[in-house]
């Protein structure tokens, strides 16, 4: 199976007192197949992987495969520090159903470009489903070379590299020098996705997505029906959300702007910090100045209790 479009790194949903919301992530998932996105990532920044225990993982990953039925491709995160942890979290995905797995090189520790090779390469040795690596330096810590990129490419069992940058020119270089038939490459910056598949890119792999997968599923099929103007104006009209993904502590703006439309998730788990209120006026004048309809009316901002 080789991976293309738009893929949805999705939010976790919380209840008040911080528990999962297993029945609005059901909900999510179903909405997002509904509008013809092409993949559904669970456990990723957006669905603040790094706060939930193996349990809570678990249990996304299972209801993420009974709630695509095969409909779209499951990617569950698997990201650990430790490489045996990683391989044992990718173990566990595949035997839950995942299509995918996709892992950040280490973070924490400083490791080297051959630290992350051989992390990468136990964990495609690991498991008979595809792995994918995300590559996000500013989280992780860790930045890999072109170099050592290409090496990891080449692994058998890899499939493809999500690759989050402002830096355009060095995501052109990652895109040129890795894609082929057997790996992908996905841009991982809301603001580039016109740009990225415009320039060849396999998908994007789009927190934006969880606030207006519409509009993220329209810029794909434009640029592929050949229609760059249309494409361009859409990307243009979001452009405003995607410059607020980062007020507060991320993924808070994602959540909160997904209220603002009507389609709230919950807070984010401490330690990130609730949006203030000065933040969350500004979240609504970036979905207002977007041009986003609201889904249904807009049920505030979740608060915990």
Known sequence: MRLNGIIVPI????????????????????????????????????????????E??????????????????VLAGVSDPGTRN?????????KLGADFVVATPPYYYKVSDEGILSHFRALCSSVSIPVLMYHIPSNTGNDVSLKYLKKISDLDNM??????????????????STQSSSFSVFMGTDMLIYSALVAGSDGVVTGLANVAPDECVRIHERIKAGDLASAWKIQESVFPVAQAMFVGDFPAAVKGMMAVRGNPTGPVRPPLARLTASE??????????????????????????
């Open 280 to 305: 969350e006026n500004t979240l609504r004048k970036a979905v207002s100045d977007s041009g986003l309809s609201h889904k249904r009316r807009a049920r505030g901002f979740n608060r915990p209790g």
């Open 86 to 94: 990683a391989v044992a979290n990718a173990k566990l995905a595949e």
């Open 56 to 73: 809570e993982k678990e249990s996304l990953i299972r209801e993420a495969v009974s709630a695509s039925a095969g409909k779209v491709p």
């Open 159 to 176: 499939a493809g590299i999500k690759y989050t940058t402002r830096d355009f020119p060095s995501y052109l270089e990652v895109l040129h």
């Open 11 to 54: 939010v976790t949903p919380f209840k008040t007192d911080y528990s999962l919301d297993l029945r609005r992530f059901t909900s999510l998932i179903d909405d997002l197949i509904k509008k013809g996105v092409n993949g559904i990532f669970p456990l990723g920044t957006n669905g603040e992987f790094a706060l939930l225990n193996g």
